[in-house]
């Protein structure tokens, strides 16, 4: 089946120093979506990724979706601690409905 | 509003038994979908339902069934609960189309002993 590789499985950075988190596919993706988990909480949508090359911004926020649509990354600017979370990244799969193949997810520690 | 909504939040089963978690959403949407996540796996795709009336399997669906009541409610059902089943689980909706983003509820924590 499909599978997405994302690194690292654990960040711990300091506040104030920035992070990356990468989704990696053997496969070419169609799309990609990335979600926010607070701890204890559900998955919150963020952004969408069609385009080869495309990036897109949500603040301190970075999103990229590879040339070659394979790969994807979030970076974030300058961690503060309500960036604490885990971070995944999804392919969505072909057909009638969203049906999405979740990353294993980057959780983020941010500490003062 | 109150989005998506999944009862119960815990649950503590013994191994064998039976049970079912219900999940409804009041948005509208066409798409609902159960995940099960594990430390560690992300979330896996159990199983999935892209219209009223309509349901297929997952990526792991062994063990379960769904019924997709209304457009509102999609419920999973365990027949005979196993300690594999131990898991957080999370109902999702979406919209109509293949490319939507997935609206979450706040999941039911399940144990089985």
């Known amino acids: 089946g499909q599978q997405v590789m994302q690194i690292p499985q654990y960040q711990h950075v300091q506040e104030g120093e920035d992070f990356t988190t990468y989704c990696n596919s053997s496969t070419t993706l169609s799309n990609i979506q990335w979600y926010k988990q607070r701890p204890g909480g559900h998955p919150v949508f963020l952004i969408q990724l069609v385009k080869s090359g495309e990036v897109k911004k949500q603040k301190r926020l970075t999103f990229q979706f590879g040339e070659a649509k394979k790969n994807s990354s979030l970076h974030i600017t300058a961690t503060q601690t309500t960036d604490v979370g885990t971070y995944f990244c999804?392919?969505?799969?072909?057909?009638?409905?969203?049906?999405?193949?979740f990353g294993t997810g980057t959780r983020l520690q941010v500490t003062l | 509003n109150a989005g998506v909504t999944q009862t119960p939040k815990f649950q503590v089963l013994k191994t064998g038994q039976s049970m079912t978690l219900q999940c409804a959403q009041d948005m509208n949407h066409n798409s609902m979908y159960w995940y099960r996540q594990d430390p560690g796996m992300g979330l896996r795709l159990i199983y999935y339902s892209a219209s009223e009336g309509t349901t297929d399997k997952g990526e792991v669906p062994n063990g379960y069934n769904v019924s997709r009541l209304n457009k509102r409610e999609f419920s999973l059902r365990l027949e005979s609960a196993a300690p594999s089943q131990t898991s957080v689980y999370f109902c999702a909706s979406s919209e109509a189309g293949w490319n939507r983003p997935q609206h979450f509820g706040d999941g039911t924590r399940l144990s089985i002993l």
């Open positions: 999804a392919e969505l799969n072909t057909g009638t409905a969203s049906k999405l193949t």
